[in-house]
């Protein structure tokens, strides 16, 4: 089947202008103005005028096991459902572990992966979780990433987090070197993703790291750096030392009360102080567990990371906080896409994979998800579902 989608104006993410988009299987085949076919080669028709076309959404943080909850057994977050992705226009996911490595397990974000991938999903996994020493499936960090097709790095590694490990600079030095190793070998990201917990160390250990060892500073890559403004602060010198960071677009009023920035605004705050707008994501932390600790470190509340986030913040960024359509388009599509090493994601162009979104150029509402190659929303209305959905 042949798809050509007419007269969008294509971010790609660079504005393109209006243009025809043919999508032949699961591959964008040609980008151009008034594209014409000739034959007798059956072809479906979508008219894009009113709409953006934009890349699909890449997620380099998501639960998709669901996550343990702080709060004990029954707190434990749901797993994800394929729609919840497609409703976020999210067409790539990265599912970790956190803070719950016992009950939540690496076998099963496997076997989780591959279910959403034969559904129409593109799914890569971390080894490893929260926890240092690194828990593996192989024994070491470079032997899952080399040998095991899903690994494309390790983490989340906790640190600046009393539900953490506590590693010294020697240790998240030896993660570091490791998991480079095992990218370098094997041609996959090797990234170290980090969760960053709203410690004042902030992210000390790293810069530690990068000062006392060979390990470079970019093959980390923190997460949650919306925590607060001292924390963007420290995010901007790690921008300026080589690295890239992410934003967390979910969050609840609790945590925003205790002094989070909505993902939006931390994306503002950055680029009006000059930080490199290609070394900024956003990523959902879907179905991870929100907690929100009182002062004494008790818990207080808790709630559950959605899918829509990203772009919700995305469509924030645009309208709330003025930044621009392409801007705001390269933390949710290219940058992601670069620092999985996912060259086929998050652009529109020849031989680029088919995972698309078309928005309403007046309010960025979401009408229609292609998910390699196959529709999976249209009109608004969930066309394609998980098997038990």
Not at 52 to 66: A, E, F, K, M, Q
Not at 191 to 201: A, C, Q, Y
Not at 283 to 310: I, Q, R, Y
Request: charged fraction near 20%; aromatic fraction near 4%; include cysteine.
């Amino acid at each position: 089947m042949l798809t050509l989608i007419r007269g969008a104006h294509v971010l790609a993410p660079e504005d393109m202008g209006i243009q025809d988009v043919l999508v032949a299987g699961d591959t964008i085949l040609e980008t151009g103005r008034d594209i014409r076919l000739s034959g007798n080669v059956a072809i479906e028709e979508i008219d894009g005028s009113g709409h953006y076309l934009t890349p699909g959404l890449v997620d380099t943080l998501s639960h998709i096991i669901g996550g343990g909850g702080e709060g004990g057994f029954h707190t434990r977050t749901p797993a994800m459902n394929f729609s919840d992705a497609i409703r976020g226009g999210v067409t790539t996911v990265t599912g970790v572990l956190g803070t719950d490595a016992i009950s939540r397990t690496l076998p099963d974000l496997l076997a989780k992966a591959a279910g959403l991938e034969a559904e129409g999903l593109s799914v890569v996994c971390h080894t490893g979780s929260y926890q240092v020493p690194v828990r593996t499936l192989t024994g070491s960090i470079q032997q899952d990433i080399m040998l095991i097709e899903k690994f494309v790095g390790v983490g989340e590694v906790a640190i600046s987090d009393h539900r953490g490990s506590q590693p010294d600079w020697r240790e998240m030095a030896r993660i570091g070197a490791e998991a480079r190793v095992g990218g370098l070998l094997s041609g996959k990201a090797g990234v170290v993703s980090i969760h960053v917990g709203d410690s004042e160390d902030r992210l000390d250990l790293l810069f530690e790291v990068a000062e006392k060892s060979d390990v470079p500073l970019g093959q980390y890559y923190p997460t949650h750096i919306n925590r607060s403004t001292a924390l963007l602060d420290a995010g901007l010198r790690f921008i300026q030392g080589g690295g890239t960071i992410d934003l967390t677009a979910s969050h609840t009023p609790e945590i925003l009360a205790a002094g989070e920035i909505k993902c939006a605004s931390a994306l503002r705050y950055l680029l009006d102080h000059g930080a490199d707008e290609n070394r900024i994501t956003f990523s959902t932390d879907g179905h991870a567990s929100l907690p929100h600790f009182n002062s004494d470190g008790v818990l207080e509340s808790l709630k559950v990371g959605a899918m829509t986030s990203m772009l919700e913040e995305f469509r924030d960024a645009v309208f709330e906080d003025g930044v621009s359509l392409t801007r705001a388009l390269k933390a949710v599509t290219t940058n992601p896409a670069r620092v999985l090493k996912l060259p086929n994601k998050g652009a529109i162009a020849s031989g680029k994979d088919a995972d698309l979104l078309l928005l309403d150029q007046d309010s960025l509402t979401l009408t229609h998800v292609m998910a390699r190659g196959r529709w999976c929303m249209e009109s608004q209305e969930i066309t394609r579902k998980g098997t038990f959905e």
